[in-house]
C-alpha cells in the first residue's frame, strides 16, 4: 500500500491505480487500501459514479477518523463537480468537524464557505457551522480558493436552469421555507437534469412533482438532513429510457 502511495503522490495515478487494486484484492476491507483507490480514481475522472459511491461510503461508516474525515472531503469535491452542490455541502461539513490535519481543515471550511456563496439555502439549518466558518474567513487565502473551487467547465447545458434555480433559491425559497421531501431537493434535481439532458430537465423535474407524493408515502429510502427525515429519489434512477 506504500508503493501505492508513492506512485501517486508521484503523479503516475495508472500505475498506482494497479498498485491499490493488487491491494485490494488481498485485503478487501482495508478502509485505507480502498480510499487510496477510490482517490485515484477520482483523479484519474473526477465525474467517476463509482469512486464517488465508495468515498461517500467511507466518509460515513469508516472507523478511522483520517480516512473518514479525507473520504468526505474528496465525495464533496466530486458532488461539487458534479453539480450536486447539497450532497457536496453535507460532505465537506463531514470533513471540516472531524479533520484533525490543519491542511484538510482549510481545504474543506474554503469548501464550505464558496458553496454558501453559491447558494445561500446550504446550511441554513446550522448555525454552529456557519458561525464557525465565518469565524474563520480569514484563513481563506486567494491560492485556497483557487485550489479548492472546482476548475471551470466550457459553456454547458443548463445555463436557463441555472439561472431560474438560482432565482428560487434567493428571492423565493427564503420566503416559503424549505418544503422539498426528497433527496436531492426538486431545485437541485432540476439543476442535475438541465445540465445532463438540457431542455429534457423540464419534462423530468415535472416527472419529479408529480411523483413526489407517491416516493414520500412509499418511504424506502430515508436519510435524514438537519434533524429532518428526506427520502432518496435520485435523477439517474429516471433517465434508463434515454439509454435505450
Known amino acids: ?9 508521484s503523479g503516475d495515478w495508472q500505475a498506482a491505480r494497479r498498485e491499490a487494486l493488487r491491494t485490494l484484492s488481498a485485503a478487501p476491507h482495508d478502509d485505507f487500501a480502498l480510499l487510496l483507490a477510490a482517490e485515484i480514481g477520482f483523479h484519474l475522472n473526477a465525474r467517476d459514479e463509482s469512486a464517488r459511491r465508495v468515498l461517500a461510503h467511507l466518509a460515513s461508516t469508516s472507523p478511522d477518523n483520517a ?3 479525507r473520504a468526505a472531503y474528496l465525495a464533496g469535491r466530486a458532488f461539487w463537480i458534479s453539480g450536486d452542490r447539497e450532497s457536496a455541502w453535507t460532505h465537506f461539513a463531514i470533513a471540516f468537524r472531524k479533520a484533525e490535519a490543519r491542511p484538510l481543515f482549510l481545504r474543506s471550511g474554503c469548501a464550505l464557505f464558496l458553496l454558501r456563496r453559491e447558494d445561500k439555502s446550504l446550511g441554513a439549518d446550522d448555525a454552529g457551522l456557519l458561525q464557525q466558518l465565518a469565524t474563520c474567513r480569514a484563513l481563506w487565502t486567494v491560492d485556497l480558493r483557487d485550489e479548492v473551487r472546482p476548475a471551470k467547465e466550457p459553456a454547458r447545458r443548463g445555463r436557463g436552469a441555472d439561472w431560474i434555480v438560482g432565482f428560487y433559491r434567493s428571492q ?3 420566503a416559503i421555507g424549505h418544503r422539498c ?6 431545485s437541485e434535481y432540476f439543476l442535475q437534469a438541465s445540465r445532463a439532458h438540457g431542455w429534457m430537465g423540464v419534462p423530468l423535474i415535472g416527472d419529479r412533482l408529480v411523483r413526489e407524493p407517491g416516493v414520500v408515502n412509499a418511504a424506502e429510502m430515508p436519510v435524514e438532513r ?6 432518496r429519489d435520485p435523477l439517474e434512477q429516471h433517465t434508463e429510457w434515454f439509454k435505450q
Open 226 to 231: 438537519n434533524g429532518r427525515t428526506r427520502y
Open 67 to 69: 480516512v473518514s474525515a
Open 172 to 174: 423565493i425559497s427564503p
Open 1 to 9: 500500500m506504500k508503493f501505492a502511495a508513492e506512485l501517486a503522490e
Open 181 to 186: 421531501s426528497l433527496e436531492p431537493s426538486c
